[in-house]
C-alpha cells in the first residue's frame, strides 16, 4: 500500500497567514493526489483534484501543486472560516490512502 | 442535485454484525462506483473498499476481507455495508461517498454513520 506522510500534524497560524500542508507519498504517484477539508461533525469535502486544480467554487485562496512523490496544500491568506482538518489522498495505486490530517487552529 | 442519505447510527456489542445503508438520489445509480470510508474518534480517514452499482464488482482494503460485505439493490438504488465480529476499535463513524465528476474524487458524500461497539 501506497502510504502518505502529512505534515504537520497540526498547526496553529493567524488570520491572514499564508499556509502551507506537504504531503509526501512512499512512491511516485505522479499526480494522482485529492485534498480534502473536514470541519468538525461534517463529512470532508473536496478542494483541489489531480493535485493542483481547484474545486468549483472553492475560493481561490486555496492551492495545490506537486507531482511524483511531493505535494503540497496552500492557504494563501487564512481566513477564520478555514479552521478545519486537511487530507491528502492518492488514488494511483488501490487501496486509496489518505494522509494522517493536519489540524488548522487560528493563534 | 446527487445526494447520498445514510442509515442512523448503531450500538452493537463485541462480536455481533452491523448493516449500514446509503441510498442514493439525483442521479443514475450505476454511473459511479461507491466507496466507503471509516473515521474512528479523533482519528483520521480509512477507505474501506468500493463497489460498483453497475455490476456488483467489489474491492476490500485486506484489512476487512472476510469481515466486510458490500451489496447494491438496484430497486431502491441503494447500497448496504455489512461489517461482521466487532470490535471497539471499529468504532467510527462510517461514509458512503462517489466521485462523480474526477476520477476517485469524492466529492459526494452520505452524512456519516456512526457505529459504536461496546459492552
Not at chain 2, 441510498?23 to 466507503?36: L, N, P, R, V
Given at each position: 500500500d501506497i502510504q502518505m506522510i502529512q505534515s504537520p500534524s497540526s498547526l496553529s497560524a493567524s488570520v491572514g497567514d499564508r499556509v502551507t500542508i506537504t504531503c509526501q507519498a512512499s512512491q511516485d504517484i505522479s499526480d494522482s493526489l485529492?485534498?480534502?477539508?473536514?470541519?468538525?461533525?461534517?463529512?470532508?469535502?473536496?478542494?483541489i483534484h489531480d493535485a493542483s486544480n481547484l474545486e468549483t467554487g472553492v475560493p481561490s485562496r486555496?492551492?495545490?501543486?506537486g507531482s511524483g512523490t511531493d505535494f503540497s496544500f496552500t492557504i494563501s491568506s487564512l481566513q477564520a472560516e478555514d479552521i478545519a482538518t486537511y487530507y491528502c489522498q492518492q488514488y494511483d495505486n488501490l487501496p486509496i490512502t489518505f494522509g494522517q490530517g493536519t489540524r488548522l487552529e487560528i493563534k | 442535485?446527487?445526494?447520498?442519505?445514510?442509515?442512523?447510527?448503531?450500538?452493537?456489542?463485541?462480536?455481533?454484525?452491523?448493516?449500514?445503508?446509503?441510498?442514493?438520489s439525483g442521479y443514475t445509480f450505476t454511473d459511479y462506483g461507491i466507496s466507503w470510508v471509516r473515521q474512528a474518534p479523533g482519528q483520521g480517514l480509512e477507505w474501506m473498499g468500493w463497489i460498483s452499482p453497475?455490476?456488483?464488482?467489489?474491492?476490500?482494503v485486506q484489512k476487512f476481507q472476510g469481515r466486510v460485505t458490500m451489496t447494491t439493490d438496484s430497486s431502491t438504488n441503494t447500497v448496504n455495508m455489512e461489517l461482521r465480529t466487532l470490535k471497539s476499535d471499529?468504532?467510527?463513524?462510517?461514509?458512503?461517498?462517489?466521485?462523480?465528476?474526477?476520477?476517485?474524487?469524492?466529492?459526494?458524500?452520505?452524512?456519516?454513520?456512526?457505529?459504536?461497539?461496546?459492552?
Amino acid at each position: 500500500d501506497i502510504q502518505m506522510i502529512q505534515s504537520p500534524s497540526s498547526l496553529s497560524a493567524s488570520v491572514g497567514d499564508r499556509v502551507t500542508i506537504t504531503c509526501q507519498a512512499s512512491q511516485d504517484i505522479s499526480d494522482s493526489l485529492h485534498w480534502y477539508q473536514q470541519k468538525p461533525g461534517k463529512a470532508p469535502k473536496l478542494l483541489i483534484h489531480d493535485a493542483s486544480n481547484l474545486e468549483t467554487g472553492v475560493p481561490s485562496r486555496f492551492s495545490g501543486s506537486g507531482s511524483g512523490t511531493d505535494f503540497s496544500f496552500t492557504i494563501s491568506s487564512l481566513q477564520a472560516e478555514d479552521i478545519a482538518t486537511y487530507y491528502c489522498q492518492q488514488y494511483d495505486n488501490l487501496p486509496i490512502t489518505f494522509g494522517q490530517g493536519t489540524r488548522l487552529e487560528i493563534k | 442535485q446527487a445526494q447520498l442519505v445514510q442509515s442512523g447510527g448503531e450500538l452493537k456489542k463485541p462480536g455481533a454484525s452491523v448493516k449500514v445503508s446509503c441510498k442514493a438520489s439525483g442521479y443514475t445509480f450505476t454511473d459511479y462506483g461507491i466507496s466507503w470510508v471509516r473515521q474512528a474518534p479523533g482519528q483520521g480517514l480509512e477507505w474501506m473498499g468500493w463497489i460498483s452499482p453497475y455490476n456488483g464488482d467489489t474491492d476490500y482494503v485486506q484489512k476487512f476481507q472476510g469481515r466486510v460485505t458490500m451489496t447494491t439493490d438496484s430497486s431502491t438504488n441503494t447500497v448496504n455495508m455489512e461489517l461482521r465480529t466487532l470490535k471497539s476499535d471499529d468504532t467510527a463513524v462510517y461514509y458512503c461517498a462517489i466521485p462523480s465528476r474526477r476520477h476517485w474524487a469524492f466529492d459526494i458524500w452520505g452524512q456519516g454513520t456512526m457505529v459504536t461497539v461496546s459492552s
